[in-house]
């Protein structure tokens, strides 16, 4: 079946780490992003990235890192510069990008939970 | 910069009942999409339904149904006859000309037996 893996379900990091959060589709999606889930603050983006080799910064970028290598996979770097990267990430693809491909929405991984201790 | 919100941090509603949840909009774009995502306490994002700017029309599934207000930049969802498997947070989204997503900042909706 066609869909979004994230791994791992759970993640720890230290102070001072950098951790990578995995994001792979199978669905031949051209577009694909990252979130961040934090209590009363909805899902704010991280990165997006619209095509292969080319990725762009969201509205909290910063602290985090990303890359887009092959179509399939869109794996995300927290940083030891995150300084507080205690949260949900979700990450989302779509068929593309522009208002064309509006339609079909997102489709979402299960999320990955990442708490520093 | 579009802008969704959702005034209702939580919801309650009885079983079989009917609620409304809330969600403005803010945009210059005259074409665009509008969405509701539910996020049960699985924290698996399901999409409930999806509203073209364009279609004067409200979207309509099942027991799910929304009331969009264009010029008033106003898309609540309203569900019928709740069911328990409906608690969860519910988030309105906007995708914008490059086809991102904006979303609120969610309502928790718990149903009562």
């Known amino acids: 079946d066609g869909g979004i893996t994230q791994s791992p379900k759970y993640l720890f990091r230290k102070e001072g780490q950098n951790v990578t959060l995995s994001c792979e589709q199978n669905l031949n999606h051209d577009a694909m992003y990252w979130y961040r889930q934090d209590p009363g603050q909805g899902l704010r983006l991280i990165y997006y990235?619209?095509?292969?080799?080319?990725?762009q910064k969201g509205d909290i970028a910063e602290g985090y890192s990303v890359s887009r290598e092959k179509k399939e996979s869109f794996p995300l770097t927290v940083t030891s510069a995150q300084k507080n990267p205690t949260a949900f990430y979700l990450c989302a693809s779509s068929i593309g990008s522009g208002i064309t491909y509006s339609n079909y929405g997102y489709t979402f991984g299960s999320g990955t939970r990442l708490t520093v201790v | 910069a579009q802008t969704v919100t959702q005034s209702q941090p939580e919801m309650s509603v009885q079983e079989a009942e009917t609620v409304t949840l809330s969600c403005t909009y803010d945009t210059s774009e005259n074409n665009y999409y509008l969405f509701w995502y539910k996020q049960p306490p699985s924290r698996q994002m399901i999409l409930v339904i999806r509203?073209?700017?364009?279609?004067?029309q409200n979207a309509t599934e099942n027991r799910f149904s929304v009331n969009f207000q264009k010029a008033a930049k106003s898309f609540s969802l309203k569900i019928s006859d709740s069911q328990l498997g409906d608690t969860a947070m519910y988030f309105c989204a906007f995708a914008d000309g490059t086809g991102k997503l904006i979303f609120g900042q969610g309502t928790t909706l718990q149903v009562k037996p």
């Open positions: 509203q073209e700017a364009y279609k004067q």
């Open positions: 990235s619209q095509i292969v080799n080319d990725f």
